[in-house]
């Protein structure tokens, strides 16, 4: 069994990168083959991948989820928004010296007031005046992850989303759809790689740590995904043809594989809570496209558990000695599931 303390590593903080690269395939990428270790350029994944695989990608499309604001009394919050209910209200975390009452008001980005409503355990329910998406965009800032230093920018606002970015939800890109520009994307079509999507929400709660060094008492933040009917039969026409289902980031991950929990894939859309440690039994994904994950992270876990433990931290270290940029404007992994 393993707990906490075994995810663990030191990191120099000069490997986390805090600006992307000019180019999206620029990057470079780790082909993790078992025991072999092989250092490319992101762009060779044309070449790593066989006609007839897929790559699945998660469409999801990141809101510009942050805004500062005062409440009634004049005190400054931070509210950074979790995830849209409808078209009016949303669960959001707020920052502040004095936590808001339900029934009070805040002023977001000194443009509108929402109403407060109750707690759902650690984020707050929250009324928009009109249309959420139309505010958030018009007046909301993106939020980039806390290890980020400077505020995000123009710049950011392209580079910290997928350019198949196309549901509107998620407070954190899909990382590792962050590598693939269009003219990748052309090559690998024309190499005969398939592609379909899945939409899964990232939640403000993956960058939340591990506080219980006995990972079963860890729960889970939950987050919105939905499997349509063609990435089913896309996987299961993979299968069939013997090639290799490869999700592009542990969110598509996710998704395929709280989706197959009956063992076979199946369309629909759920929440899931799904935490994968060592242990588990994959059902659907045999490669993953990832970023490098920060330590004592429930991703690290879940790469720890789709290519081994000795694998991962063998892979890591490499990595740290190559000089890899970590995190979500780092570098990339290929892994093959053990």
């Known amino acids: 069994m393993y707990s906490l303390s075994d995810f663990d590593f030191d990191l120099p903080q000069e490997l986390i990168a805090q600006m992307p690269l000019p180019e999206r395939s620029a990057s470079r990428l780790l082909e993790v083959a078992g025991d072999s270790l092989h250092d490319r350029a992101f762009s060779d994944i044309v070449e790593l991948l066989s006609p007839g695989d897929l790559l699945v990608f998660n469409d999801t499309r990141v809101l510009k989820a942050r805004f500062f604001g005062v409440k009634e009394t004049g005190g400054k919050v931070e509210v950074l928004i979790e995830r849209v209910i409808d078209n009016r209200n949303v669960y959001a975390q707020i920052r502040a010296s004095k936590s808001p009452a339900p029934g009070s008001s805040i002023r977001l ?8 409503g109750q707690r759902a355990g650690e984020f707050y329910a929250l009324r928009f005046p009109a249309d959420v998406f139309e505010l958030i965009e018009m007046h909301g800032r993106l939020p980039l992850p806390p290890y980020i230093e400077h505020a995000a920018d123009e710049f950011d606002e392209q580079r910290y989303q997928t350019v198949y970015a196309k549901e509107p939800g998620a407070v954190a890109a899909p990382t590792a759809g962050l590598h693939f520009d269009q003219s990748l994307l052309e090559r690998l079509q024309e190499h005969g790689v398939k592609t379909a999507f899945v939409t899964l929400h990232v939640g403000a709660g993956t960058f939340q740590p591990v506080r219980s060094e006995n990972l079963a008492e860890h729960q889970m933040h939950s987050e919105w995904y939905t499997i349509a009917k063609e990435t ?5 026409a993979a299968k069939a043809a013997g090639r290799s ?17 009956s063992g076979t894939l199946l369309a629909g859309s759920a929440d899931t809570r799904l935490f994968i440690t060592p242990g588990y039994r994959f059902n659907t994904v045999d490669r993953l496209i990832t970023n490098f994950h920060l330590p004592k992270s429930t991703l690290l876990m879940l790469v720890s558990a789709f290519a081994g433990y000795d694998t991962i931290r063998a892979a890591y270290a490499h990595a740290i000695k190559q000089r890899y940029r970590f995190f979500s404007y780092g570098d990339a992994m290929l892994l093959t599931r053990t």
């Not at 490869?246 to 929990?261: D, F, H, I, K, P």
Request: proline fraction near 0%.
């Open 109 to 116: 980005a000194d443009a509108f007031d929402v109403d407060v």
């Open 232 to 236: 089913v039969d896309a996987v299961r």
């Open 245 to 261: 289902v490869v999700a592009v980031g542990t969110t598509s991950l996710r998704a395929l594989e709280s989706a197959s929990q």
